[in-house]
């Protein structure tokens, strides 16, 4: 064998062990995140996450219901998470072990409405939960708006008590602390909504 195809060999050698590097690093990062984030990702399929889809309904201090349908999104999608590993540069992911976000539908009184939610838990192995509504477009419709969430996670439930913030028909918010209906928290339990495997 020549030294020139020797020199071929091993450069074939060094980017396979890089290659198989990466993959690697994805795997064990992906694992390391079962650790890190049990509410978000489980190697057993059937252990209840945080993370999926839920619905429930709460009732404002005007007696008006709020059907809510909310989505909590992984940390890291595995596309994310690919194209991380197989960046040039790898970045260390940084985020708190506890943070989540998602997207939220909103309907009342004929209206349908698309907020981002982001919270946390109390702990990465924790039950309390918190987490806050703003609508896509900063557009609030009049009247009772819900505003933050705080309360506990049990499997295929949460128990949340919720904090209302009342909008004019400008967009501004407005309080008045001699109207007991502005410090009224409603009560929201959601349950998980299936999906299809």
């Known amino acids: 064998m020549t030294y020139r195809n020797k020199l071929l060999f091993l450069i074939i ?6 290659l198989l590097g990466r993959y690697a690093c994805y795997f064990v990062d992906k694992k390391y995140d079962t650790i890190r984030r049990p509410w978000a990702y489980s190697s057993d399929p059937s252990k209840p996450l945080l993370v999926g889809k839920w619905q429930g309904s709460v009732l404002d201090p005007d ?27 790898i970045k260390r992911n940084r985020s708190s072990r506890t943070f989540f976000d998602g997207m939220a539908i909103l ?7 698309t907020c981002e939610i982001w919270g946390g838990l109390d702990q990465p192995d924790g039950n309390q939960i918190h987490f ?18 705080e309360g506990v996670w049990q499997e295929h439930q949460l128990e949340l008590s919720i904090s209302f913030t009342w909008f004019r028909p400008d967009g501004s918010s407005f309080s008045d602390s001699a109207d007991p209906r502005f410090e009224q928290k409603g009560v ?3 349950t998980r909504i299936a999906t299809a495997k």
Do not use: T, Y
């Open 63 to 89: 007696n008006n219901a709020h059907e809510v349908f909310l989505e909590i999104e992984e940390p890291l999608s595995d596309e994310k998470r690919k194209n991380r590993f197989f960046q040039k540069r």
């Open 13 to 18: 050698g060094l980017a396979g062990v890089v």
């Open 107 to 113: 309907a009342s009184r004929g209206r349908r409405d």
């Open 132 to 149: 806050q509504f703003r609508p896509l477009h900063d557009v609030h419709p009049p009247g009772f708006n819900l505003n933050l969430a």
């Open 188 to 190: 929201l339990k959601m």
